[in-house]
């Protein structure tokens, strides 16, 4: 199973940016797929989650800016972020709980990050 993150770049405060995570291999089943954000010098932070029944949790500082969303036929999830602020500068990282197909066994999946840069 891999994971592989997409959308990542520069963008102005109050910008928007669209970053997409697709899920790869002998899948049997996504129990939930989240992206966290990792800022230079801070600790990773959950930001958004969305579960196998389409229900999502998000971190307060993004509520009402990010909207997470999945494709089940694509295995992907999609993290819309509008009003972008230099607080959300991060390197996002997508992560997946998925049962794999042969094993049987539900593990955590990580994908690379991916750099987002909010200008003031």
């Known amino acids: 199973v891999q994971l592989q993150a997409f959308g990542g770049g520069l963008v102005q405060a109050g910008g928007s940016l669209r970053l997409s995570c697709a899920a790869s291999?002998?899948?049997?089943?996504?129990?939930?797929m989240s992206w966290y954000r990792q800022a230079p010098g801070k600790q990773r932070e959950l930001v958004a989650t969305?579960?196998?029944?389409?229900?999502?949790t998000y971190v307060d500082s993004v509520k009402g800016r990010f909207t997470l969303s999945r494709d089940n036929t694509r295995n992907t999830v999609y993290l819309q972020m509008n009003t972008l602020k230099p607080e959300d500068t991060a390197v996002y990282y997508c992560?997946?709980?998925?049962?794999?197909?042969?094993?049987?066994?539900?593990?955590?999946?990580w994908g690379q990050g991916t750099e987002v840069t909010v200008s003031s």
């Open positions: 969305i579960l196998s029944d389409g229900s999502t």
């Open positions: 291999g002998s899948i049997f089943s996504i129990n939930a």
């Open positions: 992560n997946g709980q998925i049962r794999a197909r042969f094993s049987g066994r539900t593990s955590d999946y």
